[in-house]
T-cell receptor, first 115, second 116 residues
Framework: DARVTQTPRHKVTEMGQEVTMRCQPILGHNTVFWYRQTMMQGLELLAYFRNRAPLDDSGMPKDRFSAEMPDATLATLKIQPSEPRDSAVYFC?????????????FGPGTRLLVL | QQQVKQSPQSLIVQKGGISIINCAYENTAFDYFPWYQQFPGKGPALLIAIRPDVSEKKEGRFTISFNKSAKQFSLHIMDSQPGDSATYFCAASTLQDKAAGNKLTFGGGTRVLVKP
């Protein structure tokens, strides 16, 4: 069955290194979301795209985070340079807006640890 | 204005019992209220959702009750089973605001443990 895939599933890196997370949305979905989940802050929306165009990235620290959709099958989230406070689980979700309904389907997440 | 408050943070219920999770919101523009279920190590998955034109929606053992005037909605899990042990998130969005898209605001989550 169709699923959102994310790579890598786990990433351990040192402070200052660049981290790139990738997401393959469900084929045919036109919206992609990036979320961050931590114990303290819960689920936070970082950015999202519709038809590959960025709609909102207000939840993302602009100085170090960037999100792109180079094509309809790939979304990327980059952190440069990474910091220990970026340690979290990063989820990608995709959805298809039909009328007023849109279900978001989440991927399995990338668990990031920045030392 | 965008916050969704969820309670309790955790809940222990015996098998066969009823789990009740409550959420409250402030933004009257919200018009879509989904609940997501998340198992450890997995991404959240849509469980059930409601629009404000109905006061209740039931799917199997899961029921959403919606009180528009009080700006509250709740999830009831009837006949709770050990397999229901998970974290549950309420959320809200403004579907009719095309500029906002379907930007979900999540509650803080409730960890439910169903004891056999």
């Amino acid at each position: 069955d169709a699923r959102v895939t994310q790579t890598p599933r786990h990433k351990v890196t040192e402070m200052g290194q660049e981290v790139t997370m990738r997401c393959q949305p469900i084929l045919g979905h036109n919206t992609v979301f990036w979320y961050r989940q931590t114990m303290m802050q819960g689920l936070e929306l970082l950015a999202y795209f519709r038809n590959r165009a960025p709609l909102d990235d207000s939840g993302m620290p602009k100085d170090r985070f960037s999100a792109e959709m180079p094509d309809a099958t790939l979304a990327t989230l980059k952190i440069q340079p990474s910091e220990p406070r970026d340690s979290a689980v990063y989820f990608c979700a995709s959805g298809l807006l039909i009328g007023y309904e849109e279900t978001q389907y989440f991927g399995p997440g990338t668990r990031l640890l920045v030392l | 204005q965008q916050q969704v408050k969820q309670s309790p943070q955790s809940l222990i219920v015996q098998k066969g019992g009823i789990s009740i999770i409550n959420c409250a919101y402030e933004n009257t523009a919200f018009d879509y209220f989904p609940w997501y279920q998340q198992f450890p190590g997995k991404g959240p998955a849509l469980l059930i959702a409601i629009r404000p034109d109905v006061s209740e929606k039931k799917e199997g053992r899961f029921t959403i009750s919606f009180n528009k005037s009080a700006k509250q909605f709740s999830l009831h899990i009837m006949d709770s089973q050990p397999g229901d042990s998970a974290t549950y998130f309420c959320a809200a969005s403004t579907l009719q605001d095309k500029a906002a898209g379907n930007k979900l605001t999540f509650g803080g989550g409730t960890r439910v443990l169903v004891k056999p």
